[in-house]
């Protein structure tokens, strides 16, 4: 299943480089000079190593 990353919620599982992460947090920022709205996604790793990426809103991700 694809989401958006604008879509994606705490608690959501995302799939990454073929690992599974867990969503810890979703911050979304206003549309700047680029003209697009990005997201910044922290997420936590099996390990419990913390991820943080980067996004235009728009941009899919694979969810289970």
Known sequence: ???KAEEIK???KIIIGGE???VQNVESSDIG???TKK??????KG???IVIIIRPADY?????
Do not use: V, Y
Not at 39 to 44: D, F, L, S, T, V
Not at 60 to 64: A, E
């Open 1 to 3: 299943m694809k989401k």
């Open 10 to 12: 705490k608690g959501d």
């Open 20 to 22: 599974e992460l867990i």
């Open 33 to 35: 000079k680029q003209g």
């Open 39 to 44: 997201c910044r996604i922290e997420a936590r």
């Open 47 to 49: 390990d419990g190593e």
């Open 60 to 64: 899919p991700f694979s969810c289970t």
